[in-house]
């Protein structure tokens, strides 16, 4: 493998990693609060779907993402709903909600465009356009940094741009504010927030809420930026690698990007080599496919790492007696 | 007792003239069909330290969980400095001057002491300025009260009276003038209490109001200004505590003459039936729980293990009863036991061993399961329980079912019913009919009356002597040092995962084992 | 402690919610601008007003009725199975082993051993994500998700690359022996004089999904190992106390979860297809979940829950068919019954409760 497609694989990699880490860092906020979400999938359809429809209508990339965000905060609603304010079963609920987007996406884009759930192709204003940063003519037929700024740190849509500035503002609210220092609490133990005068269903809410804002872009990007316009289950499994990710990075936003990056760079290859010939033996295309859901359940199986989830994750919160 | 006779008692009570801290009118709470308080109305002078004494159930907790916020009333009101001031939560509470010292300690273990401490009262969207403040702020109130913590230090290290005194820390540095504890020294060893003690004393004489929740008599005696008595939900008097003595106290507790003693013939120990010898085990972090116990009970005889809670005594009657893996040699009756299977439960059982467990909520019994479901529990292989190979016999679980509720006074009979449905003292008749019914050579017995009424503890204790008396064995594990000492015929005392010595009741007191359970050997 | 009485919890909350979720299903249809009593009539018409509709009604009601169940035993013992799409794909490969690669002498034999395969493929599917559970702690629902995932490609190596006949075009096997079609639902009912139309695919397989509904009570509450998994199911603590071995918990329930999941495979590759197709479940597995929980995880309840959910797919199909509303309506019903049945049962529950508190206090 020669530099040049070193750099376009990587270069598709921060692509194809950027609705992971957006999918990441919103499961991470949810689960740092000690909600689970199993419904990242179906919020980032939710959002792909109606970021897609709202851009082919208006032709506004940006109401584009505000529709997406707002699709996906109508499903985290019901999550945390369900599991929050009605105390059921967080996976229960995330399954409810993956259904419910991946039903109600082929439902409406039926009625709304009529062409068998897809949305309309999406061109111009309606996509999200690439960034040429600074300099980047300039520093282009320098020797090794040329390519590398040019092709991969340049020219890529906004939101992923945005997506790396996630990264370091989600370490910041984390660990250097009031909320981020209370929203990890209520994930460890909410008797000690709940008794310490602050509402427990308050900061989840909004920890939900938070994953929902993340949710959307990630499946904005996923319709406005990855592809044009929104096809049916788009997603593609992609909710639960970014969920396999969070685990990978033991619920830590810096460890998020890394993880992100490597299933993000495990796709690339997939896409750049169908088949990959080691020697006598080719590898079916089937399992290139497959593989970031097998490293996924390998890494689940603690073979990589052992990770310990928030201490409260997955219960609702009840006064105990 | 009614509502204006608790009244006259309190007009005396409260010195006259002497502000009030706080006044509580008429509360009333239930949970669902539970009536935990029925119209309480109590008066606590400023300055004083008050003591709350009732039996487990009696419904202290829910109260003072009422006056801080953590639970609404169904009726009543909450007066304080002399002010009507609701409470509908916690904020509210602390907005009032009220810090409560929780009985299961409300941290975040994997968070520092100042994280836990500025929790909530952070003072700023951002927390940098808040810690500096507040690293300040509890270096003087270390200073003030002897609360010495490490701030930086995290919580799961700690040891359980140091985490006690974050949990002061978080009340006074959120300025609270009333401090509330429920069950401060449950956890603590005797000495670790008397320094509670002189830190509460302290905090009396800078002007602060502590309430002090309690079963211990012996507590309320030492450190109280006035106390209340709780029974059943109700308020039964508010007395002057160098007015009252503990006898009166405890016939306000429970509403009859208590039997302080058991009567137990002298023990006739026979054949060595249970022999340990260097036994340990490793929790799943891998630190070391128990560190080389050694042990033996013969026929006829009960070892009771005296121990602040959480000093390897759970480890103990786990790894003996098959729940947890362990190191060591263990004989039973000469023969030896393999210690490395996991959920080995079904062996011990077979060989003899019966097991009433400490937390009979969470391991004794399923709390979903009906009674006659339950009484099966552990037992689902026996012979007498199976219709054919395959299949269990279910109406001849349920027939013996019937024959133990009725040996064992269990109330109501009803094998159908499900376990959560009955009482703490009925659902451990249940566990204890199970276990001891087929007359095991070995019991082990952890907490047999924890959260169990007064008939029901004297009911159990007989069992436990009865079947001593039988030529049994018994391993008995309470943190109650009155249990052991009224029902052990030898007593172990455990510290930190090892025996630091063993005494004989009759020969030992309560400040020899309470030096032991400190770990200091003499 | 609860005042409310077994049938209660039993049967009102859950039809309460099922009523819930009905009644928005309904707006959903109202929303996308068609009629949902036309809409409903329709669907009544068509999967129950001829045996004809029946006969496709109770087809799936049949697949439903085994994933329903694989997906309640997994429930009893505390696990959630998400895999069942999975375990039922690779079912079918073991329905098509056998059918393709035995050459048996009767289709009596053959349904029995298909069966057989069928359940072993589905359970040892579910057996790695039982062992990571059990050994490993690394959590089921997460691992059968990944399964599905690795099961439809898997699915698509085997049937591309092995199992494809030389110059066929589609992704499928070959066709099974004529000899190997299974008796329709039709011909059985014929034989004790109920006029019933033959051409649907209901088949034989309804009798073996009945007969696994009484199995499974048996099972779980007749057996040991059904104690045992319950027990496991209410407080894995308490059932190691008992002496009850988690990791042999864990793999029987998942493995007895996946065989029933795999058997489904009898019903849509050996009863209808004859066949093994690609994405031959459709969803199947994962409609068990809602079953499941509609069915309080009582083969009873299942039963009844996947005759409904049977009669929504056939009349899903039917509204397709005469309207505009895409079949993908019946997995928006599927989603607000997991919502409202699963994880939002304690907002039909809670106030139910209370009333029965009040209804008693007003007794006293």
Not at chain 2, 303 to 331: D, H, P, Y
């Amino acid at each position: 493998m020669d530099f040049a497609t070193l750099i376009q694989i990587l270069d598709s990699s921060v692509r194809l990693a950027t609705p992971l880490l957006f999918a990441c860092l919103a499961g991470l906020f949810s689960e740092r609060a000690g909600v689970f979400d199993i419904g990242l999938e179906g919020k980032m359809l939710a959002a792909a779907f109606l970021s897609a429809s709202v851009a082919a209508v208006t032709g506004s990339v940006w109401l584009g993402v505000l529709a997406g965000i707002f699709a996906s905060l109508l499903l985290s609603g019901i999550h945390g709903l369900a599991a929050i304010t009605f105390r059921g079963n967080q996976l229960i609920s995330g399954v409810a909600i993956n259904f419910l987007a991946s039903g109600l996406t082929v439902l409406l884009g039926q009625k709304w465009f009529g062409l068998g759930g897809r949305t309309p192709p999406l061109t111009g204003e309606g996509r999200f356009e690439s960034i040429t940063l600074p300099f980047a003519d300039a520093i282009a037929p320098l020797p090794f940094i040329g390519p590398i700024y040019a092709e991969l740190i340049s020219g890529h849509s906004a939101l992923v741009y945005l997506g790396f500035a996630c990264v370091p503002a989600a370490a910041w609210l984390l660990y250097r504010t009031r909320f981020g220092l209370r929203l990890r609490a209520v994930g460890e133990n909410p008797a000690a927030v709940d008794t310490a005068g602050v509402s427990v269903v308050g900061i989840r809410y909004s920890a939900v809420a938070i994953c929902g804002v993340l949710c959307g872009l990630a499946g904005a990007y996923l319709a406005l930026g990855l592809a044009a316009g929104f096809g049916k289950e788009m997603t593609a499994g992609r909710g639960f690698i970014a969920l396999a990710a969070l685990i990978f990075a033991k619920w830590r936003p810096w460890y998020a990007l890394g993880a992100t990056m490597l299933f993000g760079f495990l796709e690339a290859v997939g896409n750049r080599f169908p088949t990959i010939e080691l020697g006598p033996i080719a590898i079916p295309s089937q399992f290139v496919q497959a593989l970031p859901y097998i490293i996924t359940v390998v890494i689940l199986a603690g073979f990589i790492g052992k990770a310990r989830p928030p201490r409260a994750g997955g219960e609702p919160y009840v006064k105990e007696r | 007792m009614t509502g204006n006779d608790t009244l006259g008692r309190q007009a005396t009570a409260a010195p006259a003239g002497a502000p009030l801290a706080i006044e509580l009118c008429g509360i009333s709470k239930a949970f669902g069909p539970v009536q935990a308080n029925k119209d309480i109305s109590i008066q606590v002078a400023k300055g004083s330290i008050h003591g709350i004494i009732g039996e487990n159930g009696a419904g202290k907790s829910t109260l003072m969980s009422i006056l801080y916020g953590f639970y609404k009333a169904d009726a009543g009101e909450i007066y304080i400095s002399g002010n009507l001031t609701p409470i509908p939560d916690s904020q509210s509470a602390i907005r009032a001057g009220i810090g409560m010292v929780f009985q299961h300690f409300k941290l975040v273990q994997n968070f520092t002491v100042l994280e836990n401490v500025i929790l909530g009262a952070e003072g700023g969207a951002l927390l940098r300025g808040a810690m500096a403040s507040a690293r300040k702020s509890l270096t003087d109130l270390a200073r003030e009260y002897e609360l010495d913590v490490d701030p930086d230090a995290v919580i799961e290290d700690l040891s359980v009276g140091h985490q006690q005194r974050v949990e002061i820390l978080k009340a006074l540095y959120r300025q609270a003038d009333i401090l509330i504890l429920d069950e401060p020294t449950g956890v603590l060893t005797p000495a670790e209490a008397d320094q509670l003690f002189r830190i509460l004393n302290g905090l009396r004489d800078q002007g602060k109001t502590v309430i002090l929740i309690t079963h211990k008599l012996r507590e309320i005696m030492e450190i109280t200004d006035t106390v209340s008595v709780m029974r059943r939900g109700q308020m039964t008097a508010t007395v002057k505590t160098k007015d009252t003595n503990p006898e009166e106290l405890a016939e306000l507790m429970v509403g009859r003459k208590v039997l302080l003693h058991v009567e137990k013939k002298p023990a006739t120990p026979g054949e060595m039936v249970l022999e340990v010898e260097n036994l340990r085990v490793r929790d799943e972090v891998g630190v070391e729980r128990l560190k080389g116990v050694s042990l033996t009970i013969r026929a006829g005889e009960i070892l009771g293990i005296a121990g602040v809670a959480g000093n390897g005594q759970s480890e103990l009657l786990e790894v003996l009863g098959g729940i947890a893996r362990g190191t060591g040699t263990v004989r039973l009756n000469g023969q030896e036991i393999a210690l490395t299977a996991a959920a080995d439960g079904q062996s011990r059982r077979a060989r003899g061993i019966a097991h009433v467990p400490e937390d009979r909520q969470h391991l004794g019994l399923i709390m979903d399961f009906s009674a006659w479901e339950n009484v099966a529990f552990g037992y689902h292989h026996a012979p007498e329980y199976q219709k054919s190979a395959l299949l269990m016999d279910n109406d001849a679980i349920r027939a013996d079912t019937v024959s133990k509720m009725e040996r064992y006074d269990v109330r109501p009979p009803i094998p159908t019913l499900a376990a959560k449905s009955f009482s703490g003292g009925n659902q451990q008749k249940i566990v204890v009919a199970r276990e001891m019914d087929r007359n095991p050579d070995l019991l082990l017995v952890g907490q047999p009356t924890r959260g169990v009424d007064i008939g029901a503890i004297e009911f159990i204790h007989k069992q436990i002597i009865a079947l001593r008396d039988a030529g049994k064995a018994v391993l008995l594990v309470s943190v109650e040092l009155d249990e052991i000492m009224s029902l052990s015929d030898r007593i172990a005392v455990m510290f930190d995962g090892q025996i630091m010595g063993e005494r004989d009741p009759a020969k030992t007191d309560e400040r020899e084992l309470g030096l032991l359970m400190a770990g200091v050997v003499k | 402690m609860t005042a409310m009485p077994k049938w209660a919890d039993a049967v009102l909350v859950p039809l309460i919610s099922l009523l819930i979720a009905f009644v928005i299903s309904g707006l959903v249809i109202l929303a996308i601008g068609e009629d949902p009593v036309a809409a409903m009539k329709i669907m009544v018409t068509g999967a129950l007003g001829s045996t004809y509709g029946w006969g496709y009604t109770l087809y799936y009601s049949t697949n439903f009725i085994f994933t329903g169940l694989a997906v309640s035993v997994a429930f009893q013992a505390g696990l959630f199975n998400i895999g069942g799409e999975g375990q039922a794909s690779l079912g079918g490969l073991g329905v098509a082993v056998a059918c393709l690669f035995v050459p048996w002498p009767h289709w009596s034999l053959a349904l029995i051993g298909a069966a057989g395969m069928a359940a072993l493929f589905g359970a040892a599917w579910a057996a790695i994500p039982a062992y990571l559970q059990a050994k490993r702690g690394s959590h089921v629902v997460i691992t059968t998700i990944m399964f599905n995932y690795i099961a439809s490609a898997l699915m698509i190596y085997v049937l591309v690359t092995i199992l494809r006949p030389m110059g066929a075009m589609d992704t499928a096997s070959a066709r099974f022996d004529p000899s190997l079609k299974l008796p329709r639902l039709g011909d059985i009912l014929g034989l004790v004089g109920i006029p019933f139309n033959n051409r649907n695919p209901a088949n034989i397989s309804l009798l073996i999904a009945l007969v696994a509904c009484a199995g499974v009570w048996l099972l779980m509450w007749r057996t040991r190992l059904g104690y045992q998994l319950r027990a496991f199911g209410k407080s894995e603590k308490a059932s190691v106390y008992a002496g009850i071995n988690p990791v042999r918990i864990t793999m029987y329930a998942m493995l007895i979860s996946g065989g029933l999941s795999g058997m489904m495979a009898i019903n849509t590759v050996m009863g209808e297809a004859q066949r093994l197709l690609l994405n031959s479940v459709e969803g199947a597995g994962f409609i068990g979940i809602a079953v499941a929980l509609m069915g309080r995880s009582h083969p009873v309840g299942v039963l009844l829950a996947a005759i409904l959910f049977g009669f929504l797919y056939q009349g899903g199909a039917e509204l397709a068919l005469w309207t505009t509303i895409p079949r993908e309506l019946i997995i928006v019903i599927q989603a607000l019954v997991i919502l409202f049945t699963g994880a939002m049962d304690n907002m039909v529950r809670k106030p139910v409760e209370s009333l029965f508190l009040m209804l008693q206090k007003g007794k006293a």
